[in-house]
């Protein structure tokens, strides 16, 4: 039953059933407050009511920072992921209790995102936010629709199809050489890259133990994708190898994610190269290894992709080139 007490300058209505929390309200006059409380005992005497009360104790940054707790390190990319997660508390949506999250809100979020960053960027934040809240749902008793889902995304932007050149390369390697307080990890991590096409994290987790240098080849037990990975090393690749020092770590390339990606920004900037990020390197690995490797099944065992169409991305031969093979 419901009962009505002057709460301030207002009325706070309380309904109490039996098999339902205690749910109060407080309004501006004692009218609103009976209609809500009839309305509110329709719903649970039709079965409908749910209750928002964690919803509205509870703001996003609370919701995010629990999931960095207990879900993002579970995940792949929980480094990325983390940093990534604790920018997006700063931001002043975070301070909103979840009751007070619609999609209005999230979608005022994403036009003022896409003036800062790019609709990529905007995309992968609603899906931070969409997963987040989808856990909070099952998990933790938050009982709202996910708003993000009613929020119309950005138009995904087309796939990267930046390749180096040969002499870009080599502006490259030459301006990551070690000097200096220059780190001596990110010219090998950037040839390895070249060399063997492994993506970022796969080098960064790489460890000695994995590499079979006799018969060339390193394996990764898990990758993007979920299967583990042969990866089969050229006479370059094992040349770098050879030249690196043994970290009592056990890995290969002992640096953090963004500690490598910093270091490769300023030897982009220091070889003047425009547009170029750390994963064009695998692009342009695969687009290399397609003249030695032709049977597309043989370069996909390399690359590790399971679809030919998305390994279509990454393989860009030029018109030219398909030009003079067919003759």
Do not use: C
Request: proline share 5%.
């Amino acid at each position: 039953m419901a009962s009505f007490r002057q709460h301030g300058k207002g009325w706070q209505a309380r309904v109490r059933r039996q098999g339902y929390p205690d749910t109060t309200k407080t309004f501006q006059n004692k009218q609103d407050a009976e209609r809500w409380a009839r309305a509110l005992e329709f719903e649970m005497d039709k079965g409908q009511f749910v209750s928002i009360d964690e919803a509205q104790r509870t703001t996003l940054g609370a919701l995010i920072e629990r999931y960095l707790l207990e879900v993002t390190p579970t995940m792949k990319g929980a480094s990325e992921d983390t940093i990534r997660l604790k920018a997006l508390i700063r931001k002043p949506i975070a301070g909103l209790n979840m009751a007070n999250l619609s999609a209005a809100r999230i979608g005022a979020y994403r036009d003022v995102r896409l003036k800062e960053v790019s609709s990529g960027t905007v995309i992968r934040e609603l899906a931070y936010l969409s997963s987040i809240i989808n856990h909070a749902r099952r998990e933790w008793g938050i009982n709202i629709p996910n708003p993000v889902q009613m929020v119309k995304k950005p138009q995904t932007p087309k796939p990267r199809t930046r390749v180096l050149t040969d002499t870009e390369v080599s502006k490259l390697l030459q301006a990551l050489e070690p000097r200096g307080r220059r780190s001596h990890w990110t010219r090998p991590a950037v040839q390895l890259a070249l060399y063997t096409a492994m993506r970022r994290g796969e080098l960064l987790s790489l460890r000695w133990d994995q590499i079979d240098l006799v018969n060339r080849i390193a394996f990764l037990p898990d990758t993007k994708n979920g299967d583990s990975r042969t990866v089969p090393l050229s006479t370059v690749a094992l040349q770098v190898l050879g030249d690196l020092p043994r970290h009592i770590s056990g890995l290969v390339i002992p640096v953090k994610f963004f500690t490598l990606d910093a270091a490769f920004v300023r030897g982009v900037a220091r070889a003047g190269l425009e547009g170029v990020r750390f994963h064009d390197l695998r692009r342009t690995a695969i687009t290399n290894m397609a003249d030695k490797l032709p049977n597309v099944i043989e370069l996909a065992a390399v690359s590790g992709h399971k679809s030919l169409m998305v390994l279509k991305h990454y393989y860009k031969p030029s018109a030219k080139d398909l030009a003079r093979k067919l003759g």
